[in-house]
């Protein structure tokens, strides 16, 4: 039951095994443990990229070692060549934080990630500034390169979306200023209304004015 009902969700053409993250996450970190960079490498190479389990080892793996961030980034650049799922980004790249003395190198290889024609490599860069760059000082830098992300994939725009509806618990104005520009699409910034009106993080009064903002641009 559980292996088919994964196969619904992943929309991955990789062969699933069924097995539940959980028990991926502790065979994760307990080969994470004192891995070498050339360890990894060797991991991500003979691994066998059309199980979906396989892989997903892998990227947590990247996430849980004690590596430097310039090895993490090389092995991810790695794994993103083979990564197919929503989830094999979500999943992985939500155990990462960046802290102050690695930021500069993750935002260069986030504003690489973003250019990119492959959809889930551009949905990287996307779910990793969520999850690290949403801050005061940040804001401006995510909204910057989120302006500038051309793919049109629909995995690329559900995260964009989940992203704004995300910023918007925090930083509401400045988040309902940005998607009133013309830099973003309409099915986007449908999206990113919908998923905040869903949100249980964002007031019943800022709802109220999402859906009367809705109501304004829906009759123009």
């Not at 990789?14 to 996450?25: A, E, F, Q």
């Not at 964009?160 to 918007?168: D, I, K, Q, R």
């Not at 309902?176 to 007031?203: G, P």
Request: glycine share 2%.
């Amino acid at each position: 039951m559980f292996k088919e009902f994964s196969e619904k969700i992943l929309k991955t053409q990789k062969k699933i095994l069924g097995i539940r993250v959980p028990d991926m996450r502790k065979t994760a970190k307990e080969k994470a443990k004192n891995i070498s960079f050339d360890s990894l490498v060797l991991m991500l190479n003979k691994c066998d990229k059309n199980v979906y389990e396989d892989v997903f080892i892998c990227g947590l793996v990247i996430s849980y070692s004690k590596l430097s961030d310039e090895e993490k980034i090389k092995a991810t650049k790695i794994y993103l060549e083979f990564v197919d799922s929503w989830a094999l980004i979500d999943s992985a790249i939500m155990t990462k934080k960046t802290t102050k003395s690695d930021e500069k190198l993750w935002k260069d290889f986030v504003e690489i990630c973003i250019k990119s024609d492959k959809e889930f490599v551009v949905r990287f860069g996307v779910v990793y500034m969520m999850t690290n760059f949403l801050d005061e000082k940040n804001i401006d830098f995510v909204f910057k390169n989120l302006r500038k992300i051309k793919h049109t994939g629909y995995y690329v725009k559900m995260a964009m979306a989940w992203l704004y509806a995300t910023s918007a618990i925090n930083y509401f104005d400045k988040t309902i200023n940005e998607l009133q520009t013309q830099n973003i699409d309409a099915w986007t910034v449908n999206k990113s209304f919908q998923k905040m009106l869903e949100s249980y993080r964002i007031c019943d009064e800022n709802k109220k004015f999402i859906r009367d903002l809705k109501k304004q641009l829906k009759n123009r």
